[in-house]
Each structure stands twice: as C-alpha cells, then as structure tokens.
C-alpha cells in the first residue's frame, strides 16, 4: 500500500477529514460506507476499529487509525505546509487545542448520545428525556464556541482545521439556519471556508 485509504460514510466526520487531506495533498483512497448496517462494509470496519466508528484512516504501512482530531494531529505531521494546526511556536496553537478538544470531547458526544436514545436507555420518557437535554447541551456549548472564534477563520486571520469541522458540523442538527441566527460567527467561518475549492468539493459529495 503506498497510499492511504480513508473509510467513511456520506455526510458524517469522515468529511472533515477527506477535506483535510484534499487540503494538505496527500493521496487517498476513498472507500464509502454505510457504516451502521450491517453487511461486509461494517464487519471489515469492526476488524479494523472495534468502535465501529467513521472516519477510519489505513496508513500507507498497514496501520491503523480512528479519532478525527488524533487523524488531523496526523496529517499536520506528515504536511504542516497545509496550515491545518498551528505550530508550536505560535500562540494561535493555544486557541487551537482548546478549541478542537471542546468540539470532540463536548459537542461530539452530544450526537453519540442524542441520535439513538433508545441505545442508551429505556425508549419511551426516558429517551425522549436523553434527546431533550442532549440537544440542550449541543445548542449551549455551540453559543459558547461561538463567542470565542474569530473571523474569518476560527483563529481569526489564520486558517485551520477547526474551519472544517465547523463547517461539517453546522450542518448537523440543529442545521445552518439554527446556525445563521444563534451562532453567526460560527456561520460565517463555515461560509469563508466554504469558498477553498476543495471544501467545495466535499461538500458537494456529501451534502448535496
């Protein structure tokens, strides 16, 4: 394998990271599947991420890995000329980090939880209860994203992947319009990164 080889669903995380990888211009297989069914797709996913999680990334030397934020860490390492996370050396890594730690360590779980309640408790009250406060949870920890992100990028004046996660995740429940009157600086960060051609083009192939 001289390649990687990203698996992914249409319109989940795994877009995030097909528009980073398009970004840094690094090879990539594509391999779409409905990562919830049942099925071939979903076994070889099981054997290579007992989570069963997208995004999946196969190294070009057999290994394995899964986490968006672990993959983007990744891939600023193999080409940190793509901007995709601040050096070290630069004080807009701090914003960064703390940023991107709130996004999948906070909002992230809030879907994990909040798309199939009847997985987690009884269905009935209970998970009527779980998708209320879940999504609660979801729509207070965006007001509060947005009051600390710049324009136009998440960084201000300095692109990053916290762009494109953005980007991806405002059009995830409760959707752009929720997004465009709640949360406009938010909005307008997903609306910048909108015009990179390769973000375009992701959104095209998984949103449209």
Not at 178 to 189: G, M, N, Q
Request: net charge negative.
């Amino acid at each position: 394998m001289n390649e990687y080889e990203l698996i992914g669903s249409p319109g989940c995380g795994s877009a995030i990271i097909e528009m980073a990888m398009r970004i840094a211009g690094i090879p990539c297989r594509l391999t779409d599947l409905p990562y919830l069914e049942p099925g071939p797709g979903r076994d070889r996913l099981l054997k290579l991420n007992p989570l069963g999680q997208v995004p999946t990334l196969v190294l070009p030397d057999g290994r394995i890995m899964t986490e968006s934020a672990a993959i983007l860490l990744h891939l600023h390492d193999v080409a940190p000329q793509a901007g995709l996370v601040p050096s070290a050396s630069e004080p807009e890594r701090v914003t960064f980090l703390h940023l991107l730690l709130r996004i999948v360590g906070a909002v992230y779980p809030t879907f994990t939880f909040g798309d199939d309640t009847a997985k987690w408790t009884l269905a009935g009250p209970a998970a009527d209860r779980l998708r209320d406060t879940t999504t609660e949870r979801r729509t207070n920890l965006w007001r509060e994203i947005n009051a600390l992100v710049g324009a136009p990028h998440a960084l201000g004046e300095q692109f990053s992947g916290l762009d494109l996660y953005i980007t991806v995740m405002s059009r995830w429940w409760p959707g752009p319009d929720w997004f465009k009157e709640h949360c406009p600086a938010l909005a307008a960060v997903a609306l910048q990164a909108e015009k990179n051609p390769h973000v375009a083009a992701v959104l095209a192939r998984h949103f449209q």
